[in-house]
């Protein structure tokens, strides 16, 4: 499954995350990608931030403001945080290295064991797999996103999971039974949801 195909600079900040949070809803939970999810969702400690930075400097800028919040927010108000970045580091490669560069600069503030950061992206791409292959849908997002998660609630998550190999192994199973036009179909229903909802 390939990006959205979305014309993001038409998008309201109100859109991409209506997008998003139907993406998580239809994908993520529907699928059941991630058992964690679920939870989370229900109880709306979810926050969808969206992100104007243009360059990787602002978004470094916005991830800090981000990270703080997480610091200061309690667990049960936001347990996790997407930091949506349309406009920012939309090719893949520009951005996994910006990963690299975040989850550093996460240590270096000392905050590791404390938040951790996931990455989506429309065009994700897992080391050693074809761009093309279907599996790589798992991570595949409408926008690229860094997903902030508190350690110790992943900890009792994980805890929770007798065999967190066999989600993994599952997901791919499921992308590749899905396949392509079965993915295409799953995007065309949460962009239908998300445009429901606006007009709603």
Same mark, same amino acid.
């Given at each position: 499954m390939s990006g959205f195909s979305l014309d993001t600079d038409s998008l309201a900040d109100e859109d991409i995350a209506s997008l998003t949070r139907h993406w998580v809803e239809h994908a993520v939970i529907g699928l059941n990608l991630c058992p964690f999810a679920n939870s989370v969702f229900r109880r709306n400690q979810i926050e969808y931030r969206v992100s104007h930075a243009r360059e990787p400097e602002a978004l470094l800028q916005d991830l800090s403001s981000a990270l703080q919040s997480m610091i200061e927010t309690p667990a049960d108000t936001v347990d996790t945080l997407l930091l949506i970045h349309?406009?920012?580091?939309?090719?893949?490669?520009? +951005?996994?290295? +910006?990963?690299?560069?975040?989850?550093?600069?996460?240590?270096?503030?000392?905050?590791?064991?404390?938040?951790?950061?996931?990455?989506?992206?429309?065009?994700?791409? +897992?080391?050693?797999?074809?761009?093309?292959?279907?599996?790589?849908?798992?991570?595949?997002?409408? +926008?690229?996103?860094?997903?902030?998660?508190?350690?110790?609630?992943?900890?009792?998550?994980?805890?929770?999971?007798?065999?967190?190999?066999?989600?993994?192994?599952?997901?791919?199973?499921?992308?590749?039974?899905?396949?392509?036009?079965?993915?295409?179909?799953?995007?065309?229903?949460i962009i239908e949801a998300a445009r429901a909802e606006r007009a709603g």
């Open positions: 349309p406009w920012a580091l939309t090719d893949f490669l520009d +951005f996994n290295d +910006f990963v690299s560069v975040a989850e550093e600069w996460l240590d270096q503030a000392g905050l590791s064991g404390v938040l951790q950061i996931a990455s989506f992206h429309p065009d994700y791409q +897992f080391a050693g797999v074809a761009a093309d292959d279907v599996t790589n849908a798992t991570n595949r997002s409408p +926008f690229p996103m860094l997903h902030l998660l508190r350690e110790d609630s992943l900890d009792r998550a994980i805890a929770s999971v007798p065999d967190t190999d066999e989600i993994v192994e599952r997901n791919l199973a499921l992308m590749r039974k899905l396949g392509e036009s079965g993915l295409k179909d799953l995007q065309q229903r």
